[in-house]
């Protein structure tokens, strides 16, 4: 149980910035918040992750709300090489310690 | 080019064969893990080493076992396969610095056929 919820499908223009929303209402306190995204005919490759405080670094930008039960993946200009399916996938402690479950994920169509 | 090296690309098997998937990756990460995707579907994970020793077993049935000979190489040897287990089998790695919370890195996989 990803216990994560994500669009199924968004549609983006080549250089505009993309949103893409996560909910995690269940979430608890030492659960991250991890990205990864996954290219036709590829693995899945890290984008980033966080836990309380908006993060930053070369791909993305991950904001995270003040109560902790949503947050956005920022690309900040989209490119045709982003098209991709994005994962939003929670850890953290319990029985689900250890454990990087994927979710249905969001397939991101970018337009030229 | 990813940094974990997943040998075959392709593995066609018959239901009675006895077949090995490998993984390999010299970064010096000291957890690895074994995915399966079906076609259209999200990564479900099947089991899950730290230094190398099994730490999560996902239920996965006995006909997949896995094998972690030293940190850099993972196998997943298959016997008795059912074409239900036709999937892109999936290896990933990560330093296991801040233990499983550390960023995981993917192979592109194994595309198996079981006939």
């Known amino acids: 149980d990803a216990k994560t919820t994500q669009p199924n499908s968004m549609?983006?223009?080549?250089?505009?910035?993309?949103?893409?929303?996560?909910?995690?209402?269940?979430?608890?306190?030492?659960d991250y918040i991890h990205w990864y995204r996954q290219l036709p005919s590829q693995g899945p490759e890290y984008v980033i992750h966080g836990l309380t405080s908006n993060v930053n670094n070369r791909m993305a930008s991950l904001a995270i709300a003040e109560d902790r039960k949503s947050s956005t993946l920022i690309l900040h200009r989209a490119t045709l090489r982003d098209a991709a399916v994005y994962y939003c996938i929670r850890t953290g402690g319990g029985t689900s310690y250890g454990k990087l479950t994927f979710g249905q994920g969001t397939i991101l169509t970018v337009h030229p | 080019d990813t940094e974990v090296t997943q040998t075959p690309k392709h593995l066609v098997m018959g239901m009675t064969n006895k077949k090995s998937l490998k993984c390999e990756q010299h970064m010096g990460h000291r957890a690895m893990y074994w995915y399966k995707q079906k076609a259209k579907k999200p990564p479900e994970l099947m089991f899950v080493y730290s230094?190398?020793?099994?730490?999560i077993n996902e239920s996965v049935p006995s006909r997949f076992s896995p094998e972690c000979p030293n940190s850099s190489l993972l196998n997943l040897h298959l016997h008795a396969l059912q074409p239900e287990d036709s999937a892109l089998y999936l290896c990933a790695s990560?330093?296991?610095?801040?233990?499983?919370f550390s960023p995981l890195h993917f192979g592109n996989g194994t595309r198996l056929t079981v006939t």
Do not use: A, M
């Not at chain 1, 549609?11 to 030492?30: A, D, F, M, Q, R």
């Open chain 1, 11 to 30: 549609e983006s223009n080549e250089e505009e910035p993309v949103h893409l929303p996560c909910n995690h209402s269940t979430i608890s306190g030492t």
């Open chain 2, 94 to 100: 990560s330093p296991f610095d801040r233990g499983f």
């Open chain 2, 51 to 55: 230094y190398e020793k099994l730490s």
